[in-house]
């Protein structure tokens, strides 16, 4: 993998949006598509990926129900839920349930999901650091304690 793109999981269960998007940000990302939820899954464990792009109905599991099974063990990734339908309920599920960093209707244009995907990205980075210093500070903390406790029991 490129290490400068941006790795994408592109999932929809119609392969025609699948070779779109590729087609359209294959140049710019690193792409990788699936055409279920259980294909992404898979994917997921074998590739470091920094945003994930749902269609939310798909046959075997819909977009909400695989963003909280990606939750489970995959919850760095950013997510983005794609919809052909106007379903609220979908919508605040995803938000609820999945977690999702943004929500966008079908057919996507390009220069907005472009966009998004910028924003995506830039989150990832900032929790990535963020995740980073957390574990710093409690290597420091543990470290401070044990320096604590040999002080106290000398």
Do not use: C
Not at 31 to 40: F, K, P, R, S
Not at 68 to 80: A, G, H, N, Q, S
Not at 81 to 99: C, H, P, R, S
Request: negative net charge; without cysteine; proline residues 3%.
């Amino acid at each position: 993998m490129p290490r400068d793109k941006i790795s994408i999981l592109y999932v929809d269960d119609e392969e025609n949006n699948l070779f779109s998007f590729k087609a359209t940000f294959r140049i710019k990302y690193h792409v990788i598509t699936a055409l279920t939820g259980q294909e992404a899954l898979k994917i997921l464990g074998a590739n470091q990926i920094q945003i994930i792009i749902t269609d939310q109905r798909m046959p075997e599991m819909t977009g909400v129900e695989f963003l909280e099974k990606v939750l489970e063990k995959f919850p760095d990734p950013m997510r983005i839920l794609l919809t052909g339908y106007t379903d609220m309920e979908a919508v605040v599920d995803a938000v609820n349930k999945g977690k999702i960093f943004h929500y966008l209707a079908k057919p996507w244009n390009e220069e907005e999901l472009d966009l998004t995907i910028a924003m995506a990205y830039a989150k990832y980075v900032e929790k990535a650091a963020l995740k980073e210093l957390n574990e710093k500070l409690e290597g420091s903390n543990d470290q401070l304690e044990f320096l604590l406790r040999q002080k106290l029991l000398s």
